[in-house]
């Protein structure tokens, strides 16, 4: 088990098969040491993860949905990294977009639930430039969906 792995695992997560996309484009593109990650929308062992946050839905709930975009990014990064996530240098940047309300504020703190568990299980390579913005409607009425850009060796 890698190192990026066992601390996974130390926080009870295992990573998943990679997504596959869910429409006419692929789950990422590698462009020189920068893998670029095709947005990951809230899902869980039960499914989808919808909801809008300003709604019907809270903020602690948006962020564990985060939590789930973030741990399907780091299964696309295995992925292209050829099962070796060890060879992840760095989390780049996110973007991070929420279904939500015209009035509702705090799409920080929901992304805030992807951006901390990536340092919480990758330390200083976790530590990432972000984007947290509003959407109308997500696809399938998901609450979250994340894409990501990484650094690989």
């Not at 780091?74 to 279904?99: E, H, M, S, Y």
């Amino acid at each position: 088990m890698s190192g990026f792995e066992a601390k996974l695992a130390e926080l009870g997560v295992s990573l998943p098969d990679a997504p596959a996309p869910a429409a006419n484009y692929v789950p990422y593109v590698q462009s020189g040491d920068l893998v670029f990650v095709s947005g990951q929308i809230s899902a869980g062992p039960d499914g989808f993860i919808t909801g809008k946050l300003g709604d019907n839905m809270s903020v602690e709930d948006g962020a564990d949905a985060a939590k789930t975009c973030a741990i399907a990014l780091l299964a696309q990064v295995k992925a292209a990294c050829d099962g070796d996530l060890d060879r992840l240098v760095r989390v780049v940047k996110l973007t991070g977009f929420v279904n939500s309300t015209g009035d509702f504020t705090d799409q920080p703190k929901v992304i805030n639930g992807a951006s901390d568990f990536l340092v919480a299980a990758l330390g200083e390579a976790g530590k990432h430039s972000r984007a947290a913005v509003s959407a109308a409607a997500l696809p399938l009425g998901v609450a979250v969906e994340i894409e990501g850009i990484f650094e690989v060796k």
